[in-house]
């Protein structure tokens, strides 16, 4: 058989896998996904660099939420990483030497730069109104992430090791034409969020012991250190 011949087969049979594998197999995890929000993530220890990151997020708890980062919402997008976000009262609870992982959101809802994400034929108008509790909820919330795929650097694989990752905190952060590029491509306005969001969102000061680089000019890498195995 040739090549050509293999890879038909291949692609015939994986057709009728996955159509096996919705009818059969069980995926409740992952039906538990019932928010996407898109944002901007930026490295740790590198904040030229911003990358488009789309959460797909199930709740733990009302403090506690999990979401499963892509680059994109096609079919097709890399899984990149991950994002743990918790409450202020637990946060507050956290290890002083834990809280040096985790970012604030305050300003990714307060900027309109955070937004939820839904379908295409959805009015933005019906989107703002859908958002709303999720944003005041977002507003007092902190950030755990980790990017195990640098696909800005490395698009076909992901290579190297684990990447934390950060959020803006004020406006000269970002990265205008990326967020300009973004609301284009989902007919969204960051701007009109920004505004129409000053109409309902308390005032708030975020912690002071989360986006600690803000204070320390230095970020986190994470370094392979190689250990004896226990066994």
Same mark, same amino acid.
């Given at each position: ?71 994109? /919402?096609?079919?097709?997008? #890399? ?7 918790? @409450?202020?009262?637990?946060? *507050?609870? =956290?290890? &002083? ?77 970002? /990265?205008?034409?990326?967020? #300009? ?7 969204? @306005?960051?701007?009109?969020? *920004?505004? =129409?969001? &000053? ?33």
């Amino acid at each position: 058989m040739n090549p050509e011949t293999k890879q038909e087969v291949y692609r015939e049979g994986s057709k009728v896998y996955d159509a096996a594998g919705a009818t059969i197999m069980t995926f409740t995890p992952i039906n538990r996904i019932h928010q996407h929000l898109c944002a901007f993530h930026i490295y740790a220890q590198d904040h030229t660099r911003h990358v488009e990151a789309h959460h797909f997020c199930s709740h733990r708890s009302k403090d506690f939420h999990q979401c499963v980062i892509y680059d994109s /919402d096609a079919a097709d997008a #890399r899984l990149i990483g991950i994002e743990y976000i918790v @409450s202020e009262r637990v946060f *507050k609870s =956290l290890p &002083e030497e834990e809280k040096k992982y985790w970012h604030s959101h305050k300003y990714e809802v307060e900027s309109g730069i955070l937004y939820m994400e839904t379908k295409g034929m959805v009015p933005n108008v019906v989107n703002d109104t859908a958002e709303k509790p999720a944003m005041l909820e977002l507003h007092q919330t902190y950030g755990k992430t980790i990017h195990t795929w640098a696909y800005d650097e490395s698009p076909e694989l992901p290579l190297g090791p684990p990447q934390l990752m950060m959020s803006y905190t004020h406006d000269n952060q970002a /990265d205008d034409e990326a967020i #300009r590029r973004r609301d284009e491509r989902f007919g969204i @306005s960051t701007s009109a969020k *920004k505004k =129409l969001r &000053e109409g309902y969102l308390p005032h708030y000061q975020k912690d002071s012991k989360a986006d600690q680089w803000e204070k320390s000019g230095t970020g986190i890498v994470f370094k392979p250190e190689e250990v004896e195995i226990q066994a």
